[in-house]
């Protein structure tokens, strides 16, 4: 600490302000150009791809433009203390940001009203202090600087004029044919206005006084500022000197305390602030109400859904004060949450290279005057929102998911807004129902000679506001959705007239109270979203040592089941924002909690659940998405409001010095802070020299600079006390360090446990060496690289599944949901690392702009660039020789694919198909390493500190994306529904036992989830044929059939293929039976269900390792013929089958109880190999007289052919009189299901028929009705063996109690199943 006499540690917290800094000309350096301004240009430069010593003269804004014009280094000239330990002082950041744009001169002829701007400096640990600027102009006095300043015009306007007479023939005659009207009056007017002269003009030059206090204090300091700003131009001098006013707030004012307001007194009057209290929502002085106006409604609740999903967020203003005041308000009103990435609300234009950095960020950025969003180069904007405040535009990314309830939301925030009489539309210039009402606003004003302040009755805002846009397209789509929407109350506006003028207080005040009913409308909906987060906190650790230690492998929140709680409608959103890191963060200060202080927000948020919890008990299970609205807003407020309106804290009044003085006013302030009322010092006069400090009109005075380096010797009671905390806070470090075997590891790991999954926090504004520049740019790289690592390992946790097995949720499933957010997340995460780094930015994704400049590289060399995993012409053998081409691998064929599809009609949106599509083909690493292979495009495009030109990195990143491989993805196939994909079938007979090829006419269905192909005719002689239909999903059955016509009717088919082209997914229908009539059972169709192949890196695995890779058997038991070729010859015991029953019906029955999202194929349970068709043919073929010597085989077919017989007759006869009336119902259903499965017009034969009774009696829950009829019916004594478990009483009874547990389900068959069967 440098300042000798400052106050012990113990009082800096509780000061209200810790510094004064004053900013301007140095007199003795002169005018130098703003070396930033200078790097800018340089940087500008290198991104046009122009030399260096070529900027100057073509992009720099300190050359081309007139030297009123340009800008030239500030310095901070004093600041008072020298230095604060637990806050030091950083000059050059204080400096470029009380002064972003460097020093700015002005003539008399020229504006020159103060300018007031705030500004944050956010430390690398992100805590954050709040600086508030008076910029103001003051006149040049120094001889030196004005005839400087005269060279420059002079100099500035021979070049002018050089250029413009060099830019024609030196001819007078084409000298004056080639300027035109505009040239020539241009040129007349820089004699005249574009010029300083030193005996003509006053010249003035910009300066400014800045305060910097821990708290954002914003209206205090302003008035401050202002009562400083007016006590200096006054004809009058102030009634003491400045450096009175300044040692008063540095050193005698405190910060109130939470819950209390303060008195404290300016140069001319007192000045109130207040402090919210520790259970109220954090301190924001921050004017919502021009948010609000700056942007409009619906942009604000859309900027404030990107800045909770983390992306990066760029405001863009002339005005930094906006640029403050958006940044500060949009973070305001995340409460609970709070925003965890770079936060750079004012980005000096020599930082501009930070938006490079590939992490979330939230900046603001001057715009220049006269320049448009078009001309404004940004590095990446796949995942950008841009926010141009001046203009109420907004640029969003290309997919986020809405806020949940938005339109009921934005109706309830119109409400508040209308009450306050401000319109939901923003800044009036949106639309024609805007114009009129400004319109009519401006002819009030002439009439009513009130100075513009029209009484509040004389508007009514909402009989304005009906043709408002926003408003009438929310109504509109209110309606359509079915919501009901009240109808807005609006109420007189807050504040009465009075003499036509709203004091300068009353707006303050309203401006408090809509801040804090608008804060209310905002924490509600969290309040309401998060209610039961608790019951999902994993509180895993036993302590916070381990916890720390393990924080990375942890997981702390169980978010399957908080999804699977939440309303159908909030997934989207909800899915994304609990991976965000502000989620994390606030999750990890709910789990420490446990083991130090809440976190203030979290103490607060808390205790609102808890009230709600009292107020309105409800159970966590019965989540709707019914919109609640604010009940509190009626309450909302008040305490603040008093606490202005009646201030606690009086600070002490200006007195004269004395020693017996300061003991008195030490004894009061000690009395009135026990009674939370007491007078703080007033400013007073000071030890100061006499002559110092002398008043002069219109110019800031040297301050004395010895009686402002040091406070009072004496220890104010306020302080004393938070020096005593501070004693006892140091007592209890003391025993912590003495208990804990290394604190210092302890202390590092906390450290990381609360950066886990945050790249770096915020650039350092001070110190803008290369070095530093290329270290910032290493954190990036190793970030990225880390996050790349976290982001693959969950994909890979999530989708096997161990981590939901060890939660105990039984089988582990990732929801579909969450995959889709988890892979989108990759996408961001790929664009932004090929955004990092790049030399000049060509389109909107920098992916897809690589991708397309190496596809036109490979394209120009096309014969060489053969794949590396082999050409289109090789094909794959099957056992029984019949070919299938192996699909060629290739990233430009991909890219055509995705060129293709006319859906995507953006660069971001193929780059995220690509993704989507290598990911599926388990080919993304591959390709990226092929895409990244071409070193002469990558050293073109990047930078060399880009992450993809850091080799070690790279591979790593590579590696880690290869992981994924381990897992199968359907991310393009089900995302991208509707666009047209080629298919390949390709059918496989048995050439053994049957011809190769039927003379009959062959055709083919496949079907998927999604839709089926329909009926397709297969080329005769012909096994393969292609065809194209709109995405069928994950393919399901096929169905295969022929006419009988010819003479090689009877076919013997092994299985059908058929492969998605686009993404190579192969699926295999095993059949292994016979078409035709008069052989097998006479079908001449049949229903084949698929199942997956693997890929052919997992075959090629296979044969190295001589295991073949593992496949399902065919769907329905081979015939004799075939079980003798694959020795399938052993039949299943009676305690397997009934196993087998068992297993088929609990598959069906966990497959209901899953999400509707997440649930597989119903048809494979049903008819695949292990299905309830499969499991009762056993129960049916268990003791069955089947085969006969010199006989046709007979089917179950037959069994249930006269069955139907039996009823019917019996019926008829009426022999069955005895049987119950259900019974018969029974046989009469079943003999109807029979009949129609029959006379369907289908070829199908007797084993698919029983497929289908089998399946429409599942459908009907009429399964467990009919097995008792056929189990007591006479023909089963006929046609089955004593043992047999159809004529096993217990058996039956068994049986029918499993088949009832799917009484409950809705069963939805696939069409290709009951194709024209009507029952």
Same mark, same amino acid.
């Given at each position: ?276 209290? !520790?259970? /109220?929502?954090? @301190? ?10 700056? %942007?409009? &409604?619906?942009? *604000? =609740? ?120 401000? !319109?939901? /539309?923003?800044? @009036? ?10 319109? %009519?606003? &401006?002819?009030? *004003? =002439? ?873």
């Amino acid at each position: 600490m440098s300042g000798s006499g400052n106050p012990g540690p113990g009082a800096a917290p509780c000061r209200f302000a810790h510094y004064f800094v004053l900013c301007g000309i140095d007199a003795e350096s002169g005018l130098e150009p703003d070396e930033l301004a200078v790097l800018y240009q340089y940087l500008q430069a290198d991104l046009h791809g122009k030399s260096s010593d070529t900027a100057d003269k073509t992009s720099g804004e300190n050359f081309d433009q007139s030297p009123l014009r340009r800008t030239f280094k500030s310095k901070v000239l004093a600041h008072y203390p020298q230095n604060i330990e637990w806050n030091p002082f950083d000059q050059d950041a204080v400096n470029m940001l009380c002064m972003p744009k460097g020093l700015s001169f002005r003539t008399q002829a020229d504006n020159r009203d103060p300018q007031l701007h705030s500004f944050i400096i956010t430390r690398e640990d992100g805590s954050r202090t709040y600086g508030f600027v008076l910029t103001f102009y003051e006149e040049v006095t120094s001889k030196q600087i004005c005839t400087a300043m005269q060279t420059l015009y002079q100099m500035h306007n021979a070049e002018q004029y050089s250029s413009v007479c060099a830019s024609s023939s030196c001819s007078m005659d084409s000298l004056a044919s080639s300027i035109d009207d505009a040239d020539a009056t241009s040129l007349a007017k820089l004699q005249r206005y574009n010029s300083y002269d030193i005996s003509r003009d006053t010249l003035y030059v910009s300066k400014c006084i800045c305060l910097i206090t821990p708290l954002p204090f914003m209206q205090a300091c302003k008035k401050f500022l202002i009562q400083l700003y007016k006590a200096v131009t006054s004809q009058q001098p102030p009634p003491l000197p400045l450096e009175s006013y300044i040692h008063n707030i540095l050193y005698e004012v405190p910060l109130p305390p939470p819950g209390r307001s303060l008195k404290f007194y300016g140069v001319y009057e007192p000045i109130i602030c207040q402090r919210p209290g !520790p259970n /109220e929502l954090p @301190l924001s002085d921050y004017p919502l109400r021009e948010v609000f106006e700056l %942007l409009g &409604l619906e942009n *604000l =609740v859309q900027v404030f859904t990107c800045v909770l999903l983390e992306m990066q967020i760029l405001l863009y203003s002339q005005d930094y004060q906006r640029l403050m005041t958006v940044a500060e308000g949009i973070t305001t009103l995340l409460f609970p949450f709070q925003w965890q990435h770079v936060y750079v609300p004012i980005l000096p234009a020599s930082l501009l290279h930070f938006l490079d950095a590939p992490v979330p960020y939230l900046m603001g950025l001057q715009s220049k005057e006269g320049t448009d969003r078009s001309k404004l180069e940004l590095p990446q904007e796949a995942n950008l929102c841009f926010v141009d405040i001046d203009n109420h535009f907004i640029e969003l990314p290309e997919e986020f998911p809405q806020f949940p309830n938005k339109l009921e939301f934005i109706q309830e925030i119109s409400e508040v807004l209308l009450q306050f009489g401000i !319109p939901p /539309e923003g800044n @009036l210039h949106c639309s024609d129902s805007a114009t009129k009402l400004k319109n %009519l606003v &401006l002819s009030d *004003l =002439v009439n009513d000679k009130k100075n513009g302040n029209i009484p509040s009755n004389a508007l009514n805002m909402y009989e304005l506001l009906k043709g408002n846009e926003t408003i009438a397209r929310l109504q509109a789509l209110a309606k359509r959705t079915g919501v009901t929407m009240e109808k807005m109350t609006i109420s007189t506006p807050l504040t009465e007239e009075k003499d036509g003028k709203l004091s300068c207080e009353e707006l303050e005040l309203r401006d408090y109270k809509l801040n804090v009913q608008l804060r209310e409308v905002f924490a509600n909906r969290f309040t309401q979203l998060f209610a039961d987060y608790e019951a999902f906190v994993i509180q895993a650790a036993p302590d916070m040592e381990s916890w720390l230690t393990n924080r990375e492998q942890m997981q702390n929140f169980d978010k399957a089941s908080f999804l699977s709680d939440q309303p159908e409608p909030y997934l989207p959103f909800l899915s994304h924002f609990i991976e965000t890191q502000m989620f994390a963060t606030f999750i990890d200060n709910k789990i420490m909690s446990q083991w130090e202080e809440k976190d203030p927000f979290l103490r607060v948020f808390d205790s609102r659940i808890e009230k709600i919890r009292l107020y309105n008990v409800r159970a966590p299970a019965l989540r709707t998405s019914n919109y609640q609205k604010c009940s509190t807003l009626k309450e909302a407020g008040q305490l603040s409001i008093q606490r202005l309106v009646l201030a606690d804290i009086v600070a002490p009044e200006p007195h004269i010095l004395s020693c017996e003085k300061q003991q008195t006013d030490t004894q009061s302030i000690e009395q009135r802070l026990m009674k939370i009322d007491h007078t703080a010092i007033h400013p007073h006069l000071l030890d100061m020299k006499i002559g110092q400090g002398k008043y002069e009109q219109g110019f800031f005075p040297k301050l004395q600079s010895d009686v402002l380096a040091t406070g009072p010797t004496n220890n104010n009671r306020w302080a004393s006390r938070s020096a005593s905390t501070q004693r006892r806070k140091d007592r209890l470090r003391q025993h912590s360090e003495h208990i804990a075997l290394d604190n210092d590891m302890r202390e590092k790991y906390m450290q990381e446990a609360r950066s886990l999954g945050k790249n770096l926090r915020q650039p350092k504004l001070s110190d803008l060496s290369p070095a530093v520049i290329a270290q910032t740019n290493w954190k990036f790289v190793e970030g990225l690289l880390k996050e790349c690592r976290m982001k693959t390992k969950r994909m890979l946790v999530e989708k096997m599944g161990h981590e939901a097995v060890e939660l105990g949720h039984g089988e582990a499933n990732i929801t579909g949901l969450e995959e889709n957010t988890l892979i989108a997340s990759l996408c961001d995460l790929l664009e932004r690392i090929w955004s990092h780094g790049l030399q000049v930015k060509q389109g909107k994704s920098a992916l897809w702009s690589h991708l397309l400049q190496y596809q036109e590289r490979e394209e120009k060399q096309e014969h060489s660039a053969e794949s590396p995993v082999g050409g289109g012409t090789e094909r794959r053998k099957s056992d029984t020789g019949i070919t299938l081409p192996t699909l060629r691998v290739s990233l430009i064929q991909d890219m055509r694919h995705v060129q293709n599809m006319s859906e995507i009609k953006t660069d971001v949106g193929r780059a995220r198909a690509w993704i989507r599509l290598s990911l599926e083909k388990k080919l993304l690493s591959q390709h990226l390493k092929q895409l990244l292979s071409n070193q002469a495009l990558a050293k073109k495009l990047y930078k060399r500190y880009a992450f993809l030109r850091c080799e070690e990195e790279r591979e790593q990143f590579l590696y880690h994306l290869l992981s994924l491989n381990a897992v199968d993805y359907f991310c393009f196939t089900s995302v991208f529904t509707t666009i047209m994909i080629p298919y390949r079938s390709v059918i496989i007979p048995i050439k053994k036992l049957s011809n190769a090829i039927t003379t009959s006419n062959p055709w083919i269905c496949v079907s998927g989830e999604l839709g089926d192909s329909g009926v397709m005719q297969i080329p005769k002689n012909h096994l393969e044929m292609t065809f194209e239909c709109q995405n069928l999903g994950k393919l399901t059955t096929v169905q295969i059939g022929h006419d009988n016509s010819g003479l090689l009717a009877k076919w013997l088919v092994d299985c059908v293929m058929v492969r998605n082209e686009i993404t190579g997914h192969t699926y295999k229908f095993p059949c292994g039976r016979w078409l035709g009539k008069g052989v097998d059972d006479g079908s001449l169709e049949r229903i084949l269900i698929g199942e997956l192949v693997s890929s052919t890196s997992d075959e090629e695995l296979g044969k190295q390792c001589r295991t073949p890779p593992q496949q399902k058997s065919p769907t329905v038991t081979r015939r004799l013929s075939i079980t003798s070729l694959t020795g399938r010859n052993t039949k299943p015991n009676a305690g397997q089958i009934q196993e087998g029953i068992g297993e088929a019906v609990n598959n069906i029955v966990k497959h209901f109880h899953k999400p509707e999202k997440e649930r597989g194929s119903l048809t494979i349970l049903l008819c695949g190999e292990n299905g309830l068709v499969a499991a009762l043919e056993q129960v049916f073929h268990h003791g069955f007289k089947s085969a006969r010597i010199f006989h046709k085989n007979v089917f179950i077919w037959d069994f249930i052919e006269k069955a139907v017989a039996y009823f019917e007759t019996s019926d008829q006869i009426g022999d069955n009189e005895e049987a119950l009336l259900l019974q018969r119902s029974s046989c009469k259903t079943f003999c109807h299901y029979v009949n129609a499965i029959n006379t369907a017009p289908r070829n199908i034969g007797k084993d698919g028929k029983f497929q289908i009774l089998v399946c429409l009696g599942t459908r009907d829950h009429l399964l467990s009705q009919w097995i008792p009829l056929l189990a007591e019916c006479p023909p089963i004594t006929r046609m089955y063996e004593e043992n047999a478990l159809l004529r096993d009483r217990m058996t039956v009874n068994s049986l029918i109690r499993v088949l009832q547990t799917l009484q409950d389900f809705n069963i939805i068959l696939e069409g290709s199943l009951i194709k024209g069967v009507d029952v």
